[in-house]
């Protein structure tokens, strides 16, 4: 090897490590970059003929409205010499941009009604629905409503729910709470003994597993992808963690491009990391319940219930990307589109440096027939309603 690569190979070594003092760990503790939320609401078209008749949903889609987001410094870094690691809390916070928006925070939507869609796959005792029912009624609530756009996304105060007489969360909101919270803890290893093992998670929240999947879908693999160790092949899978939808996932190379004048290897999330079973065996142990999965064979959507303390929340690509017809079926008005709605990594590979990248995601809730609660007594199928999708960005 010549002397101006070993040199090369050195420098990097040297500043990829997360201590003080080094490129790396500048950019780390807070990222360089604007990062921004996009966000589209699925506004539904025909809410009271899907009360009366289960017709498929008719949604249209509004957005993008825009939020700056990890624009916070990582909290209570703290270094471990002995373990090689250091270990942190990632602050949360939004703040809305009007400019990069098509209205305000105050623009209203007709969206499912979460608490109510939730309350039947949370209770299942026949009793307790015919109570709930009363409750719903009274409350004037149905199996849709018009939240803004600031209720739907950072919460409100549900009318339902605040009618139940036992202490519950009567706050409900997609992102609720986000706001002031953070995430972690979380220990990664700093590289400083093994560069290959720089960035890469040895814990989240003091546990090397997440305990919400069987097997070895529940271990917390790779980095937050905000980096990876250094001099990337286009042969390596990249793996990561995603607190966002509750489980590691990986993107594989795509394409070489061109940014800004600095070559990078683009990796894509490919279809199969959310295939079924039948199609990727090594996802048998994403598929935890047989009915709304048709036995394991529907694909595109991940079940994340057991993440979000019992609640019917489905993840998936954005307008049910590489889902299958059972899903994408009783909803009408999404258009898939591979350019536009998959997730990406621009990898700068020498550093291992993330120097661009898009996080697409869509926020779903499954709503079920439920005979005992007449919002929903006359539904015939079970629906995986999308609520909203994000594109999250940072160049």
Avoid at 85 to 106: D, H, M, R, Y
Avoid at 307 to 330: M, W
Wanted: aromatic share 12%; charged share 20%; glycine share 6%.
């Amino acid at each position: 090897m010549p002397v101006g690569d070993i040199l090369i190979e050195k420098t990097i070594k040297k500043e990829v490590v997360l201590e003080e003092g080094t490129i790396a760990f500048k950019n780390w503790v807070k990222t360089g970059t604007d990062v921004y939320r996009q966000f589209w609401i699925f506004d539904v078209q025909n809410p009271d003929q899907v009360v009366a008749n289960s017709s498929n949903i008719k949604v249209k889609q509004r957005g993008p409205y825009t939020y700056r987001v990890r624009y916070l410094a990582k909290e209570n870094v703290t270094q471990d010499p002995e373990d090689h690691t250091v270990s942190f809390v990632q602050p949360n916070g939004a703040i809305f941009e009007p400019s990069l928006s098509v209205g305000t925070e105050n623009d209203t939507f007709t969206v499912l009604n979460l608490a109510v869609a939730a309350a039947p796959h949370i209770y299942q005792n026949t009793f307790v629905q015919v109570l709930l029912n009363s409750l719903i009624k009274k409350s004037k609530s149905s199996m849709f409503q018009t939240r803004t756009l600031k209720e739907l996304l950072w919460g409100y105060k549900d009318p339902f729910l605040s009618l139940v007489p036992y202490p519950i969360t009567t706050t409900v909101g997609v992102f609720y709470p986000y706001n002031n919270t953070v995430d972690g803890v979380y220990k990664v290893f700093n590289g400083k003994d093994n560069i290959s093992k720089v960035a890469i998670i040895d814990t989240y929240k003091g546990k090397r597993n997440l305990s919400y999947w069987p097997s070895y879908c529940d271990m917390i693999n790779g980095t937050d992808a905000a980096s990876f160790p250094p001099f990337v092949e286009k042969s390596r899978v990249l793996q990561f963690f995603s607190s966002d939808i509750c489980r590691s996932i990986y993107a594989v190379f795509g394409s070489e491009i061109n940014l800004k004048g600095i070559p990078v290897y683009r990796f894509v999330l490919p279809a199969k990391a959310f295939a079924s079973p039948v199609q990727n065996p090594d996802n048998h142990c994403f598929c935890t319940e047989t009915i709304i999965s048709n036995n394991c064979t529907s694909y595109g959507v991940l079940d994340i219930g057991k993440c979000k303390e019992g609640r019917p929340v489905y993840i998936s690509l954005p307008h049910f990307l590489h889902a299958s017809p059972d899903v994408s079926e009783p909803i009408e008005g999404l258009n898939p589109n591979e350019e536009e709605h998959r997730t990406f990594l621009d990898v700068e590979p020498i550093t291992g440096f993330t120097l661009q990248f898009a996080k697409r995601l869509q926020v779903n809730i499954l709503v079920k027939p439920a005979k005992k609660i007449e919002a929903l007594k006359n539904l015939k199928k079970n629906y995986i309603v999308p609520i909203l999708w994000l594109n999250e960005t940072g160049t």
